[in-house]
């Protein structure tokens, strides 16, 4: 598959999914609809699946207008998710597997920012859509569940084959840098990023998607299990740790 971000709203992603052949596509969180369809006419595109990774209005406020427009389409979302908003048809839960232009496409339950998140794994195309829990050098805020249970998200995320690529539901990772430099002054990794994600950002560049490898060196939510980092922080496990980072970061 292809696959290329749509910035919508002030910063959110929507992802647009072509086959190598024909003139289907996919939309993963489509905050709105109006762009998403100006984009899909400009290029020849009918839009024939939503995939929804939680149910804020900024990833389903273009649900129903997209489906106004494409009645045919299917819409994949969350079964706990999903009567948020209207017009899911295909209800998926964790370990969940459909086809999607000729590839499996993994649903991972991944509790936390809301009860119903999930993202979408793609093996073939080396993808994971995380909306709203794994941000490029960040997570999502606990809106809805524990820190026991996003930090188990976030460690199921690390999971995958670190040649992933992270395709995340907002331009966030210049600020989260920010705060993983300030978890971690002296991570080189760290500061390299931020000089990196700077000039990107300078240059109006966007800095999504990024490979799990990366994430992994540079994303202190991903790193609540590192025992040194648990140590600097007088944290003695995981949760602790992670509850730690996240309350830090929503004051940051
Ligand atoms: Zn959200
Ligand atoms: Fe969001």
Redesign the pocket.
Known sequence: MHIEGLPLLSDNYAWVLTPQSGNGCAVVDPSEAGPVIEFLESRDLRLEVILAT?H?W??TGGIAGLLEFFPEAKVFASEIDAKHFAGTTDFIGDGDVFELFAEEVHCLHVPG??LGAVAFYCPKSKAVFT??TLFTAGC?RLFEGTPEQLCHSLLKIRELPEDVLVYC?HEYTQKNLNYALHVEPENAAVQARLAEVDNQRAQGRPTVPALLKTECETNPFLRSDDGALQAAKGCSDAVSLFAHLRRGRDSF
């Open positions: 939680h804020h900024d990833h920012h809301t909306g709203d999502g539901g």
